[in-house]
């Protein structure tokens, strides 16, 4: 499940994860467990939110941030 920043229009960025990246026919964007990116609760939603739906048409930026399968580095050592 990759976690994303989502920048939107006229907000602060927040943070969430996704079980999917978007694709071209999508117009929502569903998020899991979203906070700021300081770890937060952000303040529009109730404390008990657990998910949101986001308008693709709202978000200006998405970043995807690398997961743990991705930081595993493999290199090569000569002897």
Do not use: C, W
Not at 2 to 7: E, I
Not at 16 to 33: A, F, H, M, Y
Not at 37 to 51: A, C, F, H, P, W
Request: hydrophobic content about 40%; glycine content about 6%; charged content about 30%.
């Amino acid at each position: 499940m990759p976690t994303v920043y989502v920048h939107m229009v006229g907000e602060d960025p927040i943070v969430g994860e996704v079980d999917e990246l978007p694709q071209r026919t999508d117009s929502i964007l569903p998020i899991k467990n979203p906070r700021r990116k300081d770890g937060k609760d952000i303040i529009y939603l109730e404390q008990n939110v657990t998910q949101i739906i986001i308008p693709l048409h709202r978000i200006t930026l998405l970043e995807i941030l690398p997961g743990a399968e991705e930081d595993e580095i493999i290199s090569f050592v000569r002897e």
